[in-house]
């Protein structure tokens, strides 16, 4: 429970909180209790003054008797005073409220005389700070404050008709007064009290206010984040988060809704990738098997059909047997031709000539079916690097789809062609590369997604082998042939002179390793870090030239559309919703042209409304 | 080889039984004397022993493909015609197959007639072939024979030829070999312009005097940007002057780089 971001807060908080307060209500406590000490001292002190005051006519007159009944009276007058007594300089107690201390004597080395006889000399004045100690008569009891008053010897006490002190005195005794503290402490204990009260209400409502805050500002998005990944971890990418801050969980909420999609379409791309390459192997494998069985049938049929010229009955039924083996020899053959649809012919192409040609070709059933045809091609867009034939095929095929979904209702088919610009980071393909010494790094037989890697000898601290770098220029699917360390320098050589591809001189703008570099025939310099799993390259010649161009093809009907559970599973091979007009392989014969083009190609449909096509081509065969 | 003592028409070579009886079957009806084999191993085997006229081979086999037969042949200096089928009949592996040295290439499944006119071209083949031997004439002299392609010409097997002209547009035409091992012509059928052509794959068909049809494969791709129209005045003019004024097609290439190393330079037959 304490390993939550919630409690962990709430602790900190609570701690911090604590502190503070107590710190601040102990010397609150403390300056309240000094404050309330100096005005019990200094009427304690008053109040001595004004006894020794009152007593000062009735000593000249030695009137005993006198003093004896004030001291009395005052001293047992209730509970602040509690004792009040006259001292002679020798220590002797002449009067006290408590009548048995009489004619007992105090030590001169006691706590209460030390103020003045530290040094066995006694002081002639004492300051009015000086004169006051707190102590207890008993461990259990009340404190009590005792103020000592010395009684000097004044002109009055010395030229006195009774001559009981002569000039040459300066101390006659002290009149010692103790209050009771029982009061003052109890309000200080009471207001202590009240500050521990009032510390641990604020604490806890603080931690409280916080708890409902981090509640609703981090628990409850976490909760939502952590439920998401665990949905992506088993596969499901359609659910985005839901949750829609403006803070920063709900920036992270909105770029992990924003990864998700993506990696949704990467997943599709992936997968298609992946299935049109085993359904190619498939294919022809399909394709040799059946031709051999098929070869039997046709020849022996025709062999048959030639033989049978006299029965003319029998020729009819063989011929349709010739026919329809002729007929399957067709499908196998296209089935041979999508297994095999892999590198398009090089060429330059004109995107809108290419457009035009299909639809010349479709234009009659355009019009059969009642169909109007919009074309919105720009006039200035470059050619585009590929195979005219494939390309024509994909719009002529993509055509059809939306004649077949517009059905005999007609509608409006719009064609639309434009030139777009994308960064090559993370797009581009590199297609060569060599060593320093001029050796060829492009490794043929290790592909990655399809592509030839770019193949390197790597040492670790450890190991050495190989590593397949990805040849898509920033995108890092890069293939480690060894294991390395987390945040390791590689070290990185030709694997053909094993001459050093490191640059030590120079170091990343990122994380400062050394870099590798990579010579691209007429291309420039790949740079790269050698900290194991930094993402960085930079390829200036690439940078430097900017934005690739693309022609983008739009191709938009108003017909039936395609329904969300379709239209991820529309590029498979074999799915089809034509029923038996169709053989499913139109639009992954397509998605492999676009692909093995370099380009992408992505739907959009609304049931009912229509359906749109983007095909996306680059300029240049090298991207 | 005149002192073998088994003689044969036909060696039929496939993994596939059904094919060779096939084949077997068609064959023997023409009156050829067919043998046949499983394997190419065992098939080399027999070529001690054996005269051939004419090899059918299938290309993918267990242990020894096709290719490897027919390399095998040129390093032992068999001089017998091959004919290459497949299923998996694709215009790589015609192109392949051809480039490497057959005659002919069938893809399965074919006809009757399919298989009778393209045997009727191997072993016309091995009659000239064997003529030129028996004669002993140099490569200069076979020309009484048969004519063959000029100097700075690339040919696809002995089936087609082009003739890269100064402007990147490229002739394509019919070897003379071709045409004598179909004998007489009687019709030809042309593709038309801007139609496209692809390397391996048919680009034109020509009906014999005997009534046999047979398929020329293109020697490389691209757009027709003229088809010969004289040839439909004069169709002889493609016997006459095969190499010249009996052009086929005057095409755009669209990948000529890549596919002339599939094909042979003519100027190199002639060292």
């Known amino acids: ?623 | 080889m005149a002192d073998k003592t088994n003689k044969y028409d036909i060696l039929v070579i496939d993994d596939e039984a059904v094919i060779i009886e096939a084949v077997k079957r068609i064959a023997t009806g023409e009156g050829f004397k067919v043998d046949s084999s499983l394997s190419a191993k065992e098939a080399l085997g027999k070529l001690l022993e054996t005269e051939y006229k004419l090899i059918i081979t299938d290309i993918m086999m267990p242990e020894m493909d096709g290719f490897q037969l027919l390399e095998e042949l040129e390093k032992r200096k068999l001089k017998i015609p091959v004919i290459v089928t497949t299923g998996y009949s694709t215009v790589e592996m015609a192109v392949k197959s051809l480039a490497k040295g057959a005659i002919g290439y069938i893809p399965k499944p074919f006809t009757l007639d399919e298989l009778l006119s393209i045997i009727y071209r191997g072993l016309e083949f091995e009659k000239i072939d064997k003529k030129i031997a028996k004669e002993q004439f140099n490569v200069t002299d076979a020309s009484i024979i048969y004519v063959p392609c000029p100097p700075k010409y690339y040919r696809l097997g002995y089936n087609s030829w082009i003739n890269i002209d100064n402007e990147g547009s490229v002739f394509v035409g019919v070897s003379d070999m071709y045409l004598k091992t179909i004998k007489t012509l009687k019709s030809l059928t042309l593709r038309n312009f801007e139609d496209n052509i692809v390397q391996g794959a048919i680009c034109a068909t020509f009906e014999a005097e005997d009534g046999l049809i047979h398929h020329l494969l293109s020697p490389v791709s691209g757009m027709i940007i003229e088809p010969n129209d004289k040839l439909k005045e004069d169709i002889t003019l493609i016997e006459k002057d095969p190499y010249f004024e009996g052009w086929l097609y005057r095409i755009i290439p669209s990948d000529l780089d890549f596919e002339l190393k599939n094909l042979v330079s003519c100027s190199s037959d002639r060292i």
């Open chain 1, 1 to 623: 429970m304490f390993q939550k971001i919630r409690a962990k807060l709430i602790g900190v908080i609570a701690i911090t909180a604590m502190i503070i307060v107590g710190v601040f209500s102990y010397y609150q406590t403390n300056s309240e209790k000094e404050a309330l000490f100096n005005i019990v001292k200094y009427n304690g002190n008053q109040l001595s003054e004004i006894i020794k005051m009152s007593l000062h006519n009735h000593m000249l007159q030695n009137q005993r008797e006198r003093i004896y009944e004030v001291i009395n009276r005052i001293g047992n007058s209730g509970e602040g005073v509690k004792k009040i007594r006259i001292l002679n300089k020798s220590g002797e107690v002449i009067y006290s409220s408590n009548a048995d201390e009489i004619g007992s004597s105090v030590d001169m080395k006691d706590e209460n005389c030390y103020a003045c006889h530290a040094e066995n000399k006694p002081l002639e004045k004492l300051p009015i700070l000086n004169r006051t100690r707190i102590f207890k008569t008993e461990t259990d009891s009340s404190r009590m404050l005792g103020i000592i008053n010395p009684i000097y010897n004044e002109k009055s006490c010395y030229e006195a008709d009774c001559h009981v002190h002569p000039k040459s005195k300066k101390v006659l005794g002290v009149l010692d007064v103790t209050f009771c503290l029982k009061i003052a402490d109890e309000t200080i204990e009471k207001s202590r009290l009240t500050n521990i009260v009032l510390a641990v209400v604020s604490i806890l409502a603080f931690s409280l206010l916080i708890g409902f805050f981090v509640e609703r500002w981090v628990d409850k998005p976490v909760r939502e984040l952590v439920e998401a990944t665990n949905r992506v971890a088993i596969g499901n990418l359609n659910q985005p988060i839901k949750y829609d801050g403006k803070d920063e969980l709900g920036i992270l909420a909105k770029s992990f809704n924003n990864m998700m999609k993506k990696l949704s379409e990467m997943r599709v791309q992936l997968f298609q990738s992946d299935k049109m390459a085993s359904l190619g192997r498939l294919a022809a494998g399909v394709a040799h098997e059946i031709n051999n069985p098929l070869t039997g049938v046709l020849t022996y049929s025709s062999f048959l059909l030639k033989r049978a010229k006299d029965n003319p009955e029998l020729q009819k039924d063989l011929e349709v047997i010739v026919r329809e083996t002729k007929r399957s020899r067709e499908i196998v053959k296209g089935l041979l031709d999508f297994s095999r649809q892999s590198t398009p012919k090089e060429g330059k192409m004109n995107v809108n000539e290419v457009i035009s040609n299909a639809i010349a070709v479709i234009s009659n059933q355009l019009k059969l079916h009642n169909i109007t045809l919009k074309k919105e091609l720009d006039d200035d867009i470059p050619d585009a690097a590929g195979d005219a034939n494939q390309i024509q095929q994909v719009v002529l095929n993509l055509v059809v789809n939306s004649i077949d979904a517009m059905g005999g209702k007609g509608g409006t088919l719009t064609i639309t062609s434009e030139k777009i610009s994308l960064v090559p980071y993370g797009v581009k393909q590199i297609k060569q590369a060599t060593c320093p010494k001029g050796h060829n790094l492009m490794d043929e037989e290790h592909k990655i997604d399809g592509m030839p890697s770019i193949k390197l000898k790597a040492k670790s601290s450890t190991n050495e082998g190989f590593i397949h770098l990805d040849p898509i220029y920033g995108r890092h699917r890069h293939h480690y042939g060894i294991q390395f360390k987390e945040h390791e320098i590689v070290k990185l050589f030709c694997p053909v002179c094993g001459i050093s591809v490191v640059d030590e001189k120079e170091t990343g703008e990122q994380c400062g390793a050394p870099v590798y570099k990579i010579i691209i025939p007429n291309q420039g310099t790949l740079v790269g870090c050698t900290k194991y799993a930094c993402n960085c390259q930079k390829w200036d010649y690439i940078d430097s030239k900017g934005k690739q161009d693309y022609i983008k093809i739009k191709i938009s009907d108003t017909g039936c559309g395609i329904s969300e559970e379709n239209i991820n599973r529309i590029f498979e091979p074999f799915f089809s919703t034509k029923g038996q007009k169709g053989t499913g392989l139109g639009l992954s014969i397509i998605w492999g042209i676009i692909d093995n083009h370099n380009g992408k190609i992505s739907v959009e449909s609304k049931v009912n409304e229509g359906t749109t096509f983007t095909v996306q081509l680059p300029v240049n065969a090298q991207v």
